[in-house]
Nanobody
Framework: QVHVVESGGETVRPGGSLRLSCAAS????????MGWHRQGPGKQREFIAS??????EKYGDSMKGRFTISRDATGTLYLQMNDLKPEDTGVYYC??????????????WGQGTQVTVSS
């Protein structure tokens, strides 16, 4: 099974920036898509952004223009967050879907990393 771990979350002031990282481990043969979701206090989980194996990017409307998703050659996923607002506070989750070397398909989530935007 694929294990997914997010990192980079911390407390920042409004207007600040953060870059989150996501690393997946396992016998991965192919990644179909990687993405980010978040869940604020008392809120439902919402979509932030995703990137496919063809490098096609999609963004949720609430963070368009402030958040940027990217992926490097090792498969590490990033989320650059700029001009952060208090409403961006929440737990940020990484999702990875693809195919294992065994040919089995997988869809795995990390445990999340906390982002707090506060003055």
């Amino acid at each position: 099974q694929v294990h997914v771990v997010e990192s980079g979350g911390e407390t920042v002031r409004p207007g600040g920036s953060l870059r989150l990282s996501c690393a997946a481990s396992g016998t991965i043969a192919l990644i179909h898509t990687m993405g980010w979701h978040r869940q604020g206090p008392g809120k439902q989980r919402e979509f932030i952004a995703s990137i496919t194996g063809a490098m096609t990017e999609k963004y949720g409307d609430s963070m368009k223009g402030r958040f940027t998703i990217s992926r490097d050659a090792t498969g590490t996923l990033y989320l650059q967050m700029n001009d952060l607002k208090p409403e961006d506070t929440g737990v940020y989750y990484c999702n990875v879907a693809g195919r294992l070397r065994s040919l089995a398909e997988f869809d795995s989530w990390g445990q999340g990393t906390q982002v707090t935007v506060s003055s």
